[in-house]
């Protein structure tokens, strides 16, 4: 297909803004509206052959309905939510334009796409569905498709249990009043890795974490499980009876198989990288 013109509303943003450089480096005409530009959201939905709605969840919803009326059926009304039930059924409801719910599985500090994930959850049509796929592909990204449900219950795990563990070992350092940035002296790798996990998360949107975890209603499920296991393991590891602790590990090694080896080896890459980057800070 013959380069197109791509209308992202949330252009100014971080998200935005790499996308917007991705898609002209391929050879197409990027238009970029926000709340403080002259184009407006609906000028350039009527501009563009692809529309990509980059903006917190609740205002996607709301541009939906601003922007959806004008869109025609050669067009494609795309989204880069975290979350995707709720807003690829309000972009189907609000147009008759195709409809792509498109997840960037990474955030805006990326340089490129190659080797990112990036899911597609599909909505209405296939002309604009594998135009994006194909875009993606050809900047070495790793395409998968997943429909929108199964997206948000796989996210509750990817993202909303993996971003409580992190806001809630934050919690535990402030009540043990225990400074990251003052434990170089005694910390492994892994726990300094943890505590830079903790900073990049606190860094960045509070709103955007808070919504990943409050704002996924199959969260609750799984962190339901969480604590459980929690129990679980507290019993077991503080019990006293080093063979039951062990059992209890064992049974969990037994599950994860050969990705014991795999983690075992990747995480090796990781770790020489963080003890590298203390010798050069030193």
């Not at 909303?160 to 170089?184: V, Y």
């Not at 890459?269 to 963080?274: A, D, E, P, Y």
């Amino acid at each position: 297909m013959s380069p197109v013109t791509i209308g992202i509303i949330g252009g100014t943003g971080g998200m935005g803004r790499l996308f917007e450089k991705i898609f002209v480096r391929a050879g197409h005409r990027v238009l970029v509206a926000g709340r403080k530009t002259d184009l407006s959201y609906v000028d350039l939905a009527l501009q563009s052959d692809v529309v990509i709605l980059s903006t917190p969840i609740e205002s996607a919803l709301a541009i939906c309905d601003e922007i959806g009326p004008h869109m025609g059926e050669h067009q494609a009304l795309m989204d880069f939510c975290s979350l995707k039930e709720d807003i690829v059924q309000k972009m189907l409801s609000c147009t008759g334009a195709e409809v792509v719910g498109t997840h960037p599985m990474f955030g805006p500090f990326t340089e490129s796409l190659n080797g990112q994930n990036i899911i597609l959850c599909p909505g209405r049509g296939e002309k604009w569905f594998q135009w994006i796929e194909k875009e993606f592909k050809k900047e070495g990204s790793v395409v998968s498709t997943m429909e929108p449900k199964d997206h948000d219950r796989t996210m509750a795990v990817a993202q909303g249990l993996t971003h409580f563990l992190t806001i809630c070992m934050g919690r535990t350092l402030q009540k043990l009043d225990m400074s990251p940035s003052q434990a170089g002296p005694y910390s492994t790798p892994i726990f300094k890795l943890k505590n830079d996990l903790i900073g990049r998360l606190f860094a960045q949107d509070l709103h955007l974490y808070a919504m990943l975890v409050g704002g996924n209603h199959y969260v609750k499920d799984v962190l339901d499980l969480f604590l459980a296991s929690v129990n679980e393991g507290r019993e077991a590891l503080l019990s006293g009876d080093t063979e039951h602790a062990v059992d209890f590990l064992q049974s969990i090694r037994d599950f994860l198989g050969d990705f014991c080896d795999v983690g075992l080896s990747e995480s090796n890459k990781i770790m020489r990288s963080v003890v590298c980057s203390e010798k050069q800070v030193v």
